[in-house]
């Protein structure tokens, strides 16, 4: 790509921010220009005319043409890069929550934001008032959904985190993580398991790694956890598979076909079945469960907190706390 790239923005915004964090994460080079919407700089003639006729930020400017909308802006850096999955699929998921969020998730907790942190609750119109309790409660079932889904995932094991980065990160605020390939999920609740393309020549090396090291875990289980065919799993079994001599067994969590949780559990139950005392690890029962319970019950006393201190705040100055101890990430950023 050689044409410059402008992001035409208000750095506060949650929108902005989403086009700058993928230009960090791809390592491209933006030069920034702000306008302040508080006194509608995204209004003007000039703006209308030539950046965005709709008269909101983010724009991404490449070269001489324009393109509004944060998502397009932000899959637009990110194309080509680690970041957008080039498996149907995975590309069709990623593009699911984009405009999930667009629909589900900005137009309330991103407007709800803006209004209490920004406009200020005694500043609302009537209309946006009544909004209020729409919005928050469509805001909570939003994060509920996102809490579900990420509940579970495990960037180390899918390759994506190192401990050693996270460490890095845990000692230096500033320090930005490095991924080393795009998220990707590794568990699916419901549905067939499905396996990215770029995994699938792993499937007998986990398979038969299974059969080596747990002979007791039936076929059918196996076709659960790795996903495959029974005929696969018995040709593997007898060794008459046609690529056999290629075949080396490798443990499936690792591969990123399945999670240890699944694995131990199918080997737990085999076990029993077969009247083997297995190690039982105890530790993911109804973990999970547990966990978003926990994150719900955090949220909500956030919540009230929040709005306690809204109640009480007055004129009074304004903290760059969203939550007790959390900074607000968008509020005084260094332009960069
Ligand atoms: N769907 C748009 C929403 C853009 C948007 O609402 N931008 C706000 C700031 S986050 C804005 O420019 N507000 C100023 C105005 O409407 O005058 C996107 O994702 O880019």
Redesign the pocket.
């Given at each position: 790509m050689t044409e410059a790239l402008v992001l035409h923005e208000?750095s506060a915004?949650?929108?902005?921010y989403k086009v700058r964090l993928a230009a960090a994460m791809v390592g491209m080079p933006l030069e920034r220009r702000e306008y302040d919407?508080m006194n509608?700089e995204?209004?003007t003639a000039d703006f209308l005319q030539h950046v965005n006729a709709n008269?909101?930020?983010?724009v991404l400017q490449v070269g001489e043409r324009f393109i509004?909308?944060?998502?397009a802006?932000t899959y637009y850096v990110a194309d080509g890069s680690p970041l957008i999955p080039t498996d149907p699929f995975d590309h069709a998921d990623m593009l699911r929550w984009m405009f999930w969020e667009?629909y589900s998730h900005?137009p309330n907790i991103?407007t709800l934001r803006?209004w209490t942190g920004w406009v200020g609750l005694d500043n609302l119109t009537e209309a946006q008032r009544l909004q209020l309790s729409v919005k928050r409660e469509a805001g909570n079932a939003a994060l509920k959904l996102m809490d579900e889904h990420l509940t579970g995932r495990d960037p180390i094991r899918a390759n994506e985190l190192t401990h050693a980065e996270i460490e890095k990160g845990q000692n230096d605020p500033d320090y930005r993580l490095q991924m080393h390939k795009a998220p990707e999920e590794v568990r699916r609740t419901r549905g067939p398991r499905y396996t990215p393309v770029s995994k699938r020549q792993d499937k007998p090396d986990g398979i038969y790694w299974i059969i080596k090291n747990h002979p007791e875990v039936t076929d059918g289980q196996i076709s659960k956890l790795i996903g495959t065919t029974r005929t696969t799993i018995a040709a593997i079994r007898e060794r008459t598979h046609w690529n056999m001599a290629n075949i080396t067994p490798k443990d499936p969590v690792t591969l990123g076909l399945t999670t240890q949780r699944e694995l131990d559990a199918a080997v737990a139950k085999a076990a029993k079945a077969a009247g083997i005392q297995a190690p039982t690890d105890t530790r993911f029962d109804s973990d999970r469960e547990a966990l978003i319970e926990e994150l719900r019950g955090e949220r909500e006393r956030h919540v009230r907190e929040a709005e306690a201190a809204l109640a009480n705040a007055g004129d009074e100055t304004v903290s760059d706390e969203i939550f007790p101890g959390i900074r607000d990430p968008f509020k005084n950023i260094p332009s960069e």
């Open positions: 208000y915004s949650g929108n902005c919407i509608g995204t209004r008269g909101r930020i983010p509004p909308e944060s998502n802006a667009q900005e991103a803006f």
